[in-house]
């Protein structure tokens, strides 16, 4: 699996940080890290070709390359990364233009496997779209954003998986949330489930919600499946069954101390529109973080 790591400035990412590669690890996954910088006019961009010829000679950055190298020191910081070079590597480095919108950064001197730095520059939507569409990720991570319509747009828009990362701390204890139902993509989101738990090594809460306390076969035929997939597994589990609306029963429930996993609607765009979507007003209205597997 291939797995991308979305940020966006040295203040608020670390724990964006934290949350992928922890994933990343436990997946043994290839990982991205890519920056969306400003849309650069058409009057920038021979400027920017200068500079990237001559990067060595003046010492000059794209816009951007301080964010990679922040998240750089910061994962060796945190050992998420070896690094035994003795000099500043960000000193020694040269981009690759590969797209008019998208850089890589290569470091010289290092050779960290499975991971690459990558620049791109527009609207953050579009963007990401395209790096998952183009370079075919799994599982795209996002950090949280006071702007919900830009995370309805990413679930709406990007097609792999997408974790939101809402108010993560490393310090808290917190457990797995993970909906159950007789959809299509719970199964996938069963699987997703004991993938975070192993990495987090936490508990994990399946979560079934009937509207009117009749369970349908189809969702105890699915929490037996769930449960018998994360015993094999080896993680503790306990089973959740609630009466009401679904998406106030998981906000609820998951309060702040709680990684929330669903499968995404199979609902047609339109219906979206119209009806709404439960994955997509969980993710409106959670305080914690939230993956929604497709």
């Keep these: 699996m291939k797995i991308l790591i979305a940020i966006s400035s ?5 724990p964006t940080l934290d949350v992928g590669m922890n994933i990343a690890r436990a997946l043994n996954a290839s990982t991205t890290i890519l920056d969306v910088g400003e849309k650069i006019n058409e009057l920038s961009i021979k400027d920017i070709s200068i500079t990237n ?6 010492n ?13 020191h910061y994962l060796v910081k945190n050992s998420f990364i070896d690094d035994d070079s003795e000099e500043e590597i960000f000193k020694n480095k040269i981009v690759k233009e590969s797209a008019s919108s998208r ?9 960290v496997e499975k991971l690459s730095l990558i620049l791109r520059n527009g609207d953050i939507v579009t963007e990401l779209r395209d790096e998952v569409r183009t370079y075919d990720y799994g599982l795209t991570i996002i950090g949280g954003s006071s702007k919900r319509s830009l995370a309805h747009d990413f679930i709406q828009y990007i097609e792999s998986s997408i974790l939101i990362v809402n108010s993560f701390n490393l310090d808290k204890n917190y457990r797995i949330l993970l909906a159950v139902d007789d959809s299509p993509s719970t199964a996938n989101a069963v699987k997703y489930g004991v993938r975070v738990a192993q990495a987090f090594k936490i508990k994990v809460d399946l979560i079934n919600i009937s509207k009117d306390g009749n369970l349908k076969e189809g969702y105890n035929n699915a929490i037996k499946r769930a449960r018998k997939m994360l015993r094999r597994c080896s993680i503790d589990t306990e089973v959740l069954l609630k009466i009401g609306d679904p998406v106030d029963n998981i906000l609820n429930t998951a309060g702040d101390d709680h990684i929330i996993i669903m499968g995404a609607s199979t609902q047609s765009p339109l219906a979206k529109f119209f009806v709404g979507s439960k994955p997509l007003d969980v993710v409106e209205k959670s305080t914690c973080p939230v993956l929604i597997v497709k």
């Design 53 to 58: 010829e001559l990067m060595d000679t003046w």
């Design 60 to 72: 000059i950055d794209r816009p951007g390359v301080d964010v990679l190298e922040w998240a750089y």
């Design 103 to 111: 850089t890589e950064v290569y470091l010289k001197g290092t050779n």
């Design 10 to 14: 040295k203040e608020y990412s670390g």
